[in-house]
């Protein structure tokens, strides 16, 4: 199978590409500057310009490509470039794919949780409505710009992803610093519903996609058990024998983060409604499987 794939040198996307090359695949990368190698390919996703014959027989497509959430504060300006990054990449990219002569069978194309915004203990499955906020809003027009592709006759997915766990880098690089100094704790009241999900089902929950031709519209990447914010950072802390006694009050994130501290207080009880009625099977599908995994035990 030839796979191209945008934000490849992400969290997620550099692991994927390692991940299907090594299953055989031939990977494609599309990046924004000057290709450095055989296996990349050059695109604006600003600019709205894509190299279509680096695309040429491409059988799927995993997009990943966006500005990272938690990377800066919110500021107006860059509200706009989390918004922008997502729509005009998705739209450009949508573009190009349609334009082939002959289009890939698959776009994988990725999407949030924050979709659902806060919605206290509520269950939600792919077939709950939208929440309210920023996020929300985002997560509604980025899924919105893949709508040509299935116009086209390319079958879409959008992976709604949650938590990710992962040893290295993303949201949880400071909780695990913290945790091994005995200083995590809590944030805000520690009620609210994390979504968790490990690296290693987010990237066979993405190859699942782009193999499964059952699998189309909103499906919920995250962990079949979603749990507290304080029962995740309890798990993980016991994982590495530290305490986690140190709370981080809602008031004191405000200050930090910002905005964006109303989405890391949110809760969201996702579940993977779909994943569990296609036959997907999770490699961590306890908390404690995942905090263990994380913490490289």
């Not at 806060?118 to 710009?145: C, K, Y």
Request: hydrophobic content about 45%; proline content about 6%.
């Amino acid at each position: 199978m030839k796979v191209a794939v945008t934000g490849s040198h992400g969290l997620i996307g550099s692991a994927l590409v390692e991940r299907l090359t090594a299953r055989g695949d031939e990977v494609v990368r599309l990046v924004r500057s000057d290709p450095s190698g055989p296996d990349e390919v050059r695109w604006d996703p600003a600019g709205g310009t894509v190299d279509l014959k680096g695309l040429e027989g491409v059988d799927g497509v995993v997009h990943l490509a966006g500005a990272g959430v938690g990377d800066h504060r919110w500021t107006a300006a860059y509200k706009r470039e989390i918004r922008d990054s997502r729509a005009l990449g998705t739209r450009t990219l949508v573009r190009a794919l349609t334009t082939l002569e002959v289009p890939p069978k698959v776009l994988v194309s990725g999407s949030a949780i924050g979709y659902y915004g806060e919605r206290g203990d509520e269950i939600l499955t792919e077939q709950s409505g939208p929440g309210e906020g920023f996020l929300t809003d985002v997560v509604e027009v980025w899924e919105a710009e893949a709508q040509p592709a299935v116009d086209a006759g390319i079958r879409v997915a959008h992976p709604r992803t949650g938590l990710v766990m992962a040893r290295h880098g993303g949201a949880f690089k400071q909780l695990l610093l913290l945790a091994r100094f005995g200083l995590a704790g809590p944030l805000g009241n520690g009620r609210q519903w994390w979504s968790w999900v490990t690296l290693p089902d987010t990237l066979a929950a993405l190859e699942y996609m782009l193999d499964t031709e059952e699998i189309s519209g909103p499906v919920n990447m995250v962990g079949p058990e979603p749990a507290r914010c304080v029962d995740v950072i309890r798990a993980v802390a016991k994982a590495m024998n530290r305490p986690a006694l140190v709370p981080a009050p809602a008031f004191a994130l405000r200050i930090v983060l910002g905005e964006f501290a109303g989405d890391v207080l949110a809760s969201q009880r996702v579940t993977p409604a779909r994943l569990r009625a296609s036959g997907f099977r999770w490699e961590h599908d306890t908390l404690a499987k995942a905090a263990a995994w994380t913490v490289g035990r």
